[in-house]
Nanobody, 121 residues
Framework: QVQLVESGGGSVPVGGSLRLSCSVS?????HGWFRQAPGREREFVAA????????NYADSVKGRFTVSVDNAKTTISLQMSSLKPEDTGVYYC?????????????????WGQGTQVTVSS
């Protein structure tokens, strides 16, 4: 059984940085980060292959966000920099048995509870 627990959310000013972590237990091959702002649909942010470290990013976060996996392969992190108000939302960690870096939410059967990120101007 896969369990995912996010941590690290909070409030930051525009231009600030924040690091989210996702503690992983169980078998997965890839992980994604998604976010959902109030009144909007959930959207893909980034993904990483847990074995080879290959990554995939949404255009809106390229160059600002970095997804990584630790050496023990038990924690997936999302380092967010140069944050903008439009980055505000609940961020979710997701796990999949697809060996790649999928960007569709439907490719991820396992989800964490989410952590709130608020960027204020």
């Amino acid at each position: 059984q896969v369990q995912l627990v996010e941590s690290g959310g909070g409030s930051v000013p525009v231009g600030g940085s924040l690091r989210l972590s996702c503690s992983v237990s169980g078998v997965t091959y890839s992980h994604g980060w998604f976010r959902q702002a109030p009144g909007r649909e959930r959207e893909f942010v980034a993904a990483i292959n847990r074995s080879n470290g290959k990554t995939n990013y949404a255009d809106s976060v390229k160059g600002r966000f970095t997804v990584s996996v630790d050496n023990a392969k038990t924690t997936i992190s999302l380092q967010m920099s140069s944050l903008k108000p439009e980055d505000t939302g609940v961020y979710y960690c997701a796990g999949s048995l697809i060996y790649g870096t999928p960007s569709r939410g439907s490719d991820y059967p396992n989800w964490g509870q989410g952590t709130q990120v608020t960027v204020s101007s």
